[in-house]
């Protein structure tokens, strides 16, 4: 369900980067709103352990991370 969301005291250089940038993307002022809302609240998709150490580089071998050598 959709809920109406007012916001107030915005300041006019504010207002009118919004306006700016809508006509730039070719939306309306609410339009383009609706837009920055949902990227900042956006969560990128969790990715498990496993699929994060996966998509490490290789980039030695254990004995060139030896802090232990002389």
């Known amino acids: ?4 969301l007012v916001v107030r005291n915005v300041e006019e250089e504010v207002a009118l980067a919004l306006k700016q940038r809508a006509a730039a993307n070719g939306r309306s002022a609410e339009a383009e709103h ?3 809302l949902r990227a900042a609240l956006k969560r ?3 990715r498990s352990v496993a699929d994060v150490l996966a998509s490490m580089p ?3 071998e254990d004995a060139d991370f030896d802090v232990r050598r002389s």
Not at 1 to 4: E, G, L, P, R, V
């Open 1 to 4: 369900m959709a809920t109406n």
């Open 34 to 36: 609706h837009e920055i």
């Open 44 to 46: 990128p998709p969790r």
């Open 58 to 60: 290789n980039v030695g």
